[in-house]
């Protein structure tokens, strides 16, 4: 960096850019409340999942993080048009839509972005098999609210980005993908802006750590198939029977779709707390899920 661009940011509290970007740092200094959709997911190197994709390897480096990145994001960039992808913090990333300039169809650009990354995982996996020795999973939640955004930090180092409860909901439900073994979730601001190009699930209402209400929560894929429509009907069916304490024929729908849908998550889970209902009784049981960790 030139010194004399480096003494300017120092004295003014701010980088110095032109052009396109210097609109977002120009639009966050005079705006704080904007509509965001925020996107979380995370690539660790034995399994699992946080805020939007970082190899995280114990004997990794730069140029291998990069190599893994890369191919993530220009598909999920490419497809989604015009998201702020934030820099990565740790093992998480963070993209948002609906900021600087406010996008009608943020959810679905958002929604795009995450299946892309999805499906970009499985020849990434088949091309980095030998180098990494474990397959690598993402989980990516995402949240639709009111955010502060703009310019945090210091004068040393400051970035554009968003903070509140709607950005803190967003990694909740991307922590809870590897609970529920859905790699795509949403809540439901999100779900009810999604149009006509996909279909959701609702997998569960769940308690998550720091949120007052419980949030219910879907899997999105893109619209395909009547059959697959049909089955996700089926399954959200299993989960209002045991939400309504119907608990037999919670476990009977459950069970029966796990003979043509084995590993299924959500289905796991409906089957799992219908059962231990059904030893109990019902004792004690709460329609609105706990998960065992954020």
């Known amino acids: 960096m030139p010194e004399s661009l480096r003494l300017r940011i120092l004295e003014q509290g701010t980088a110095v850019f032109e052009g396109p970007l210097a609109e977002p740092l120009e639009l966050g200094r005079q705006r704080q409340d904007e509509l965001a959709h925020d996107l979380y997911a995370l690539l660790p190197s034995a399994s ?31 497809v989604s048009n015009r998201s702020q992808i934030p820099l990565p913090t740790g093992d998480e990333l963070m993209a ?30 088949q091309r980095r098999r030998d180098e990494l020795g474990k397959h690598m ?7 639709s609210g ?25 990694s909740r439900v991307q922590g809870l ?7 795509f979730l949403v809540t439901r601001p999100t779900r009810e802006q999604l149009g006509d190009g996909f279909i959701a699930r609702r997998v569960v209402r769940a308690r998550v750590l720091n949120i007052e209400e419980p949030v219910d929560l879907y899997e999105v894929e893109q619209a395909t198939t009547p059959e697959r429509d049909a089955f996700f009907r089926a399954t959200e069916a299993a989960l209002d029977a045991l939400e309504a304490r119907d608990f037999a024929a919670a476990a009977r729908a459950a069970g029966g779709l796990l003979l043509q849908h084995r590993g ?22 709460d329609p609105v899920w706990a998960p065992p960790g954020k």
Request: proline share 7%; aromatic share 4%.
């Open 48 to 78: 699992g999942p946080a805020r939007l994709l970082v190899a995280r390897q114990s004997e990794g480096n730069v140029s291998r993080q990069h190599v893994l990145l890369e191919p993530l994001l220009s598909g999920a960039v490419r």
């Open 137 to 143: 999973a993402i989980g990516v939640g995402i949240n």
């Open 146 to 170: 009111p955010a502060q955004v703009g310019n945090t930090g210091s004068r040393f180092k400051f970035k554009y980005g968003p903070l509140g409860n709607t950005v803190n909901l967003a």
């Open 264 to 285: 299924d998550g959500p289905l796991l889970l409906a089957l799992s707390r219908a059962r231990a209902a059904l030893m109990n009784d019902g004792a004690d049981f």
């Open 96 to 125: 948002m839509w609906g900021v600087p300039e406010p996008q009608p169809d943020q959810a679905a650009r958002a929604a795009r972005a995450s299946l892309a990354m999805r499906d970009t995982l499985a020849p990434l996996n």
């Open 177 to 183: 993908t590897k609970y529920l073994r859905c790699r």
